[in-house]
Protein backbone atom coordinates (compact mmCIF):
# COMPACT_ATOMS: atom_id res chain seq x y z
CA UNK A 1 0.00 0.00 0.00
CA UNK A 2 1.41 3.30 -1.12
CA UNK A 3 1.87 5.90 1.50
CA UNK A 4 -0.80 8.51 0.43
CA UNK A 5 -3.44 5.15 0.91
CA UNK A 6 -1.71 4.70 4.23
CA UNK A 7 -2.51 8.36 5.05
CA UNK A 8 -5.77 8.98 3.36
CA UNK A 9 -7.63 5.53 3.42
CA UNK A 10 -11.25 7.57 2.25
CA UNK A 11 -8.76 8.63 -0.65
CA UNK A 12 -10.62 8.16 -3.76
CA UNK A 13 -9.09 9.40 -7.20
CA UNK A 14 -11.00 10.41 -10.60
CA UNK A 15 -9.09 10.58 -13.60
CA UNK A 16 -10.65 13.15 -15.80
CA UNK A 17 -8.54 13.21 -18.48
CA UNK A 18 -9.25 12.29 -22.28
CA UNK A 19 -7.11 11.11 -24.67
CA UNK A 20 -5.92 13.75 -27.10
CA UNK A 21 -7.05 16.41 -25.21
CA UNK A 22 -6.11 19.87 -25.94
CA UNK A 23 -5.96 22.84 -22.62
CA UNK A 24 -9.09 24.02 -24.64
CA UNK A 25 -10.89 20.98 -23.99
CA UNK A 26 -9.54 20.58 -20.37
CA UNK A 27 -10.71 24.03 -20.21
CA UNK A 28 -14.07 23.59 -21.16
CA UNK A 29 -15.15 20.69 -19.50
CA UNK A 30 -13.09 21.98 -16.24
CA UNK A 31 -16.05 23.92 -14.57
CA UNK A 32 -18.38 20.71 -14.65
CA UNK A 33 -15.90 18.57 -13.10
CA UNK A 34 -14.89 21.31 -10.36
CA UNK A 35 -18.96 21.65 -9.71
CA UNK A 36 -20.02 17.54 -9.81
CA UNK A 37 -16.57 16.31 -7.77
CA UNK A 38 -15.50 19.01 -5.60
CA UNK A 39 -12.25 18.03 -5.74
CA UNK A 40 -9.68 18.72 -3.09
CA UNK A 41 -6.50 18.58 -5.54
CA UNK A 42 -6.29 18.64 -8.80
CA UNK A 43 -3.51 17.47 -10.63
CA UNK A 44 -3.00 19.80 -14.23
CA UNK A 45 -1.19 17.42 -16.77
CA UNK A 46 -2.26 19.13 -19.85
CA UNK A 47 -0.26 21.20 -23.17
CA UNK A 48 1.71 18.42 -24.17
CA UNK A 49 -0.93 17.81 -27.39
CA UNK A 50 -1.16 21.67 -27.41
CA UNK A 51 2.74 21.54 -28.40
CA UNK A 52 2.73 18.47 -30.49
CA UNK A 53 0.62 20.44 -32.66
CA UNK A 54 2.17 23.43 -32.77
CA UNK A 55 -0.30 25.59 -31.39
CA UNK A 56 0.94 28.90 -30.59
CA UNK A 57 2.30 29.26 -26.73
CA UNK A 58 0.11 32.19 -25.95
CA UNK A 59 -3.35 30.06 -26.52
CA UNK A 60 -1.66 27.35 -24.33
CA UNK A 61 -0.58 29.40 -21.63
CA UNK A 62 -4.06 31.54 -21.52
CA UNK A 63 -5.77 28.18 -21.12
CA UNK A 64 -3.73 26.48 -18.63
CA UNK A 65 -3.62 30.13 -16.48
CA UNK A 66 -7.46 29.88 -16.70
CA UNK A 67 -7.58 26.20 -15.35
CA UNK A 68 -4.97 26.96 -12.58
CA UNK A 69 -6.93 29.82 -11.43
CA UNK A 70 -10.38 27.75 -11.57
CA UNK A 71 -8.72 25.32 -9.33
CA UNK A 72 -7.30 27.73 -6.96
CA UNK A 73 -10.93 29.41 -6.99
CA UNK A 74 -12.70 26.51 -6.32
CA UNK A 75 -10.82 25.71 -3.16
CA UNK A 76 -8.42 23.04 -4.65
CA UNK A 77 -4.92 22.63 -4.38
CA UNK A 78 -3.13 22.59 -7.79
CA UNK A 79 -0.02 20.73 -8.85
CA UNK A 80 0.81 21.46 -12.28
CA UNK A 81 2.76 18.96 -14.02
CA UNK A 82 5.54 19.91 -16.43
CA UNK A 83 5.24 18.68 -19.84
CA UNK A 84 8.15 18.61 -22.27
CA UNK A 85 8.34 18.25 -25.97
CA UNK A 86 10.80 16.45 -27.94
CA UNK A 87 13.71 18.15 -29.38
CA UNK A 88 12.78 17.88 -33.08
CA UNK A 89 10.15 21.62 -32.43
CA UNK A 90 13.01 23.46 -32.44
CA UNK A 91 14.67 24.38 -29.32
CA UNK A 92 13.24 28.14 -29.24
CA UNK A 93 9.61 26.45 -29.60
CA UNK A 94 10.57 23.53 -26.49
CA UNK A 95 12.14 26.18 -24.45
CA UNK A 96 9.45 28.55 -24.24
CA UNK A 97 6.79 25.90 -24.20
CA UNK A 98 8.50 24.69 -21.00
CA UNK A 99 8.91 28.23 -19.36
CA UNK A 100 4.82 28.28 -19.36
CA UNK A 101 4.85 25.82 -16.92
CA UNK A 102 7.88 27.08 -14.76
CA UNK A 103 5.72 30.66 -14.99
CA UNK A 104 2.74 29.68 -14.05
CA UNK A 105 3.71 27.83 -10.81
CA UNK A 106 5.71 30.81 -9.74
CA UNK A 107 2.62 33.40 -10.64
CA UNK A 108 0.34 31.19 -8.88
CA UNK A 109 2.20 29.51 -6.23
CA UNK A 110 1.45 25.84 -7.27
CA UNK A 111 3.52 22.93 -7.06
CA UNK A 112 5.40 22.03 -10.25
CA UNK A 113 5.74 18.46 -10.33
CA UNK A 114 8.83 17.64 -12.93
CA UNK A 115 8.02 16.18 -16.25
CA UNK A 116 6.68 12.53 -14.37
CA UNK A 117 7.53 10.52 -18.00
CA UNK A 118 10.88 11.60 -17.86
CA UNK A 119 12.10 7.87 -16.90
CA UNK A 120 9.46 6.05 -18.57
CA UNK A 121 9.33 7.98 -22.13
CA UNK A 122 12.61 6.46 -22.24
CA UNK A 123 11.71 3.00 -21.78
CA UNK A 124 10.04 1.08 -25.16
CA UNK A 125 8.91 -1.56 -22.39
CA UNK A 126 6.79 1.32 -20.78
CA UNK A 127 5.05 2.89 -23.61
CA UNK A 128 2.56 2.36 -25.72
CA UNK A 129 2.91 1.57 -29.88
CA UNK A 130 2.56 5.52 -30.25
CA UNK A 131 5.77 6.42 -28.31
CA UNK A 132 3.80 9.43 -26.76
CA UNK A 133 1.51 7.51 -23.80
CA UNK A 134 2.07 5.29 -21.21
CA UNK A 135 1.02 2.05 -21.12
CA UNK A 136 -0.51 0.04 -17.91
CA UNK A 137 3.10 -1.53 -17.04
CA UNK A 138 4.20 2.04 -16.28
CA UNK A 139 1.10 3.05 -14.29
CA UNK A 140 2.48 1.91 -11.10
CA UNK A 141 5.73 4.00 -11.83
CA UNK A 142 4.01 6.84 -12.30
CA UNK A 143 1.91 6.40 -9.04
CA UNK A 144 5.29 6.32 -7.29
CA UNK A 145 6.65 9.45 -8.88
CA UNK A 146 3.96 11.39 -8.45
CA UNK A 147 3.04 10.34 -4.55
CA UNK A 148 5.60 12.65 -2.94
CA UNK A 149 4.19 15.35 -4.58
CA UNK A 150 0.61 14.88 -3.36
CA UNK A 151 2.01 13.80 -0.01
CA UNK A 152 3.45 17.49 0.40
CA UNK A 153 0.09 19.25 -0.45
CA UNK A 154 -1.25 16.83 2.71
CA UNK A 155 -1.57 18.55 6.23
CA UNK A 156 1.11 16.83 9.10
CA UNK A 157 -0.41 13.73 11.12
Given at each position: ?????????????????????????????????????????????????????????????????????????????????????????????????????????DRHQVQLVPFFMRDIAIDPE???????????????????????????????Q
Open positions: MHLLQQRQPDLRLINASISGETTDGGLRRLPGLLTRHQPDWIFVELGGNDGLRGFPLTLTEQNLEQIVALGLDSGSQVLLSEILLPPNYGRRYTEAFQGIFEQLSLMQADGIHPNQSAQPLIADTLEPWFLKTLPA
